[in-house]
């Protein structure tokens, strides 16, 4: 006997490495005809190393102590970004202080006690916001490195910035092509939906080959991005790999994750997962959805 298309598209689909949880989500996958994608880990490998460590001048901590208390602080997360930092620790063999009282908020960082003292670690922007007019030198110290592609993460003890460190991470090799050919299926450009700062995301998006870029997005404000899209009678396909990603994957016409890296969130959220790791499955996946589709209607 032979499978109903619908049923061997998505073994198909499967065999190019993308998970499609049910038969309506390989119909519907084919009627996309706007595309948003997350920067971290979705256009970029999502593996970002530390690449500069900047304590203050005041209170002077050492590089060490820094990383440290960042690390420590950042260890119970699993963004990339906590992985990074606390990567970077342990290969300078740092022993990392136990920590209390995490809490993570998706698109600004992390909050946690270290030794008993307060630790932030996340968006300059964000951090920087709460407190006005004390924050100077460390916002321009995070300028400096934003300016140079790096993401920024600011390291704030008991309510004091204490230092930045800058963090980078590499464009996907497919990341180019892959939006050429989603411009080429949909007749329209992808859009960079990210939390990350609007000089980095500029830089990062222009190298894929994207203009249209919205940065320094909370998770609802993604949300806010599709809608609009939504909105003017767009389709929307979102791409995306972070906690801060559920809410725009489950408000999106079809939502992918992103799976070797992805949160358990964002595979539980969407409607289908990159098993590969290779962003280009998911222009082959739409072009199986319309090529099944059309046998089907
Ligand atoms: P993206 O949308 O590009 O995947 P996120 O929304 O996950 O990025 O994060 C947005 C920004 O929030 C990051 O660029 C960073 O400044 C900050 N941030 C979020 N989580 C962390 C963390 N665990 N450590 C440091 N910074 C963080
Ligand atoms: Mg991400």
């Not at 110290?141 to 790096?150: F, P």
């Not at 993460?153 to 008991?158: H, I, R």
């Not at 990062?204 to 320094?216: F, H, N, P, S, Y």
């Not at 806010?224 to 979102?238: D, I, N, P, Y």
């Amino acid at each position: 006997a032979t499978m109903p298309p619908l049923l061997s598209a998505i073994a198909n689909a499967g065999r190019h490495g993308v998970l499609i949880k049910s038969a309506v989500v390989m119909e519907r996958l084919g009627r996309i005809d706007a595309v948003a994608l997350d920067k971290t880990g979705t256009l970029t490998e999502g593996i970002p190393r530390v690449t500069d460590i900047r304590p203050l001048p005041s209170p002077g901590l050492t590089e060490d102590a820094l990383l440290t208390l960042a690390a420590a602080a950042e260890h119970p997360s699993e963004h990339p970004l906590a992985r990074a930092v606390t990567e970077a620790a342990r290969a300078r063999g740092l022993v990392l202080p136990p920590v209390a009282d995490f809490t993570s908020a998706p698109g600004t960082g992390v909050t946690a006690t270290v030794d008993g003292r307060t630790v932030a670690v996340g968006s300059p922007a964000r951090l920087l916001d709460a407190r006005p007019g004390a924050a100077e030198p460390a916002a321009e110290l995070a300028a400096r490195l934003e300016e140079a592609g790096r993401t920024a993460a600011l390291v704030v003890l008991d309510g004091t910035p204490v230092g930045v460190l800058g963090i980078a991470d590499r464009l996907r090799t497919d990341a180019r092509s892959t939006v050429a050919r989603l411009t080429e299926l949909t007749g329209r450009t992808p859009v960079l939906v990210t939390g990350d700062n609007p000089r980095a995301a500029a830089r990062l998006g222009a190298e894929a080959g994207i203009e249209d870029v919205r940065a320094g997005l909370l998770p609802q404000e993604k949300v806010h991005t599709v809608r609009g899209m939504e909105s003017v009678g767009r389709k929307v396909l979102v791409v995306g790999d972070g906690v801060n990603d559920a809410p725009a994957l489950a408000a999106a016409h079809t939502g992918i994750a992103m799976g070797r890296a992805g949160s358990d969130l964002a595979l539980e959220t969407a409607d289908a997962v990159v098993v590969r790791d290779e962003l280009a499955t998911v222009p082959t996946a739409v072009a199986l959805s319309r090529r099944c589709c059309r046998l089907v209607v």
